[in-house]
Every structure is written in structure tokens, then in C-alpha cells.
T-cell receptor, first 111, second 117 residues
Framework: RKEVEQDPGPFNVPEGATVAFNCTYS??????FFWYRQDCRKEPKLLMS???SGNEDGRFTAQLNRASQYISLLIRDSKLSDSATYLC????????????FGSGTRLQVQP | DAGITQSPRHKVTETGTPVTLRCHQT?????MYWYRQDPGHGLRLIHY???????DKGEVSDGYSVSRSKTEDFLLTLESATSSQTSVYFC????????????????FGPGTRLTVL
């Protein structure tokens, strides 16, 4: 079983749609959680950290459920520019700051 | 902009040749990482460093070595390249405390595309 599992997609949605991505992680000792965005042939870029209380940044909302070891990302009012791969990331070792990356979920927003 | 550069950006080499990839950062961050990214696998940690001359292995370290003689440079060497090492290699840094307050945020360089024939 992978440490971080994501549905690879692709998710094909029309502009303006709301789309949700889910992720599960296996290490119950994990303390830090992130969503990264990666455009084709580019480096991953931090989208947002995920906090236990849930957090929102504009059209993006992240939720964490520690009991179920589950992380989600909600994108409202999708834009063409949101088309990318979204990576779920969990820390493996806080002391060494090692992160474990999911394989990513691909989103294609269509006009 | 995390001030990370990688060189070369693209390289084609032959099986059995040594290859060194360079990661350079301008902001004196202590933690640096090398990952490889392959379809279906996501990013996998090769080696990392938590200071000058302090390095450790990641999950896919076989066939790779690293060196960090200066804070700003982290070198990844493939001693004898194999076709299975064809991949995209990303360097990352982790600042003391990220913008969101987390101590575990990482920021990536632009990547090196390596092809081993």
C-alpha cells in the first residue's frame, strides 16, 4: 500500500464547476500536510498547507480528518488556469523534514 | 521565488558514464533534498542534507551519491548511469519556517531532465 494515495484522474470539469480531490495517508504519526500544484513539465509549487481546523485560501479549501487519515481539496468556480496536477503531501519525519508525495490527481478545466 | 537553480536543465548521456547534477540556492537554507519523478510514482526522495557535510539516504538512494561541501550547493552524482535512472530530478529546500508557519514546507528548483541511453 502506498503511503499517500490519490485518485489519478483525470478530472475533466467545465469552467465554473466545483471539484473535490481526496487523499488518504497511512502513517498516523504524520504531523504536516500540504497540497502542491504541478503544471506540465514544471516543478511542484506549494498551493497550501492543511490544518486540522480546515483552511481556505480564496477559491481553495483544504480539510484534514486525522481520525480517518484523509485530506481533501475543494476548488470552487474552476478556472482554465486551474488545469494542473494536484499533489497530496504528508510529512514522513518531522525531525528530518522528509515529505511523502502522492502520485497526483490531474485536473483539466474545459471552456 | 526560492532562489534555487539546477544545472544542467537537460542532459542525455550513455549507460555507464558518471553524471553530476548541481543544485544551487542563494538563501543559506540548511535543508536540501534530491527527488526523482517518474510516471506513476510521484516524487521519491533520493538523498537529503541537513547541513554542510551532513547527508542521509532517502527511499531510492541505490546508484546515487551526494555531496555538500558548501551551504549553497548540493550535488547529486550517478556513479555509473543506467537506463532506469532516466527521470526528472528535482532539488528542493526547506526554510527554517515557511510562510504558512509550517516547518516542513519545501520549495523546488526547476528540475533536470536526464536521459540515459
Amino acid at each position: 500500500r502506498k503511503e499517500v494515495e490519490q485518485d489519478p484522474g483525470p478530472f475533466n470539469v467545465p469552467e465554473g464547476a466545483t471539484v473535490a480531490f481526496n487523499c488518504t495517508y497511512s502513517n498516523s504519526a504524520s504531523q504536516s500536510f500540504f497540497w502542491y500544484r504541478q503544471d506540465c513539465r514544471k516543478e511542484p509549487k506549494l498551493l497550501m498547507s492543511v490544518y486540522s481546523s480546515g483552511n481556505e485560501d480564496g477559491r481553495f479549501t483544504a480539510q484534514l480528518n486525522r481520525a480517518s487519515q484523509y485530506i481533501s481539496l475543494l476548488i470552487r468556480d474552476s478556472k482554465l488556469s486551474d488545469s494542473a496536477t494536484y499533489l497530496c503531501v504528508v510529512n514522513r519525519d518531522t525531525g528530518r523534514r522528509a515529505l511523502t508525495f502522492g502520485s497526483g490527481t490531474r485536473l483539466q478545466v474545459q471552456p | 521565488d526560492a532562489g534555487i537553480t539546477q544545472s544542467p536543465r537537460h542532459k542525455v548521456t550513455e549507460t555507464g558514464t558518471p553524471v553530476t547534477l548541481r543544485c544551487h540556492q542563494t538563501e543559506n537554507h540548511r535543508y536540501m533534498y534530491w527527488y526523482r519523478q517518474d510516471p506513476g510514482h510521484g516524487l521519491r526522495l533520493i538523498h537529503y542534507s541537513y547541513g554542510v557535510k551532513d547527508t542521509d539516504k532517502g527511499e531510492v538512494s541505490d546508484g546515487y551519491s551526494v555531496s555538500r561541501s558548501k551551504t549553497e550547493d548540493f550535488l547529486l552524482t550517478l556513479e555509473s548511469a543506467t537506463s532506469s535512472q532516466t527521470s526528472v530530478y528535482f532539488c528542493a529546500i526547506s526554510p527554517s519556517r515557511g510562510a504558512s508557519g509550517s516547518v516542513n514546507e519545501q520549495f523546488f528548483g526547476p528540475g533536470t531532465r536526464l536521459t540515459v541511453l
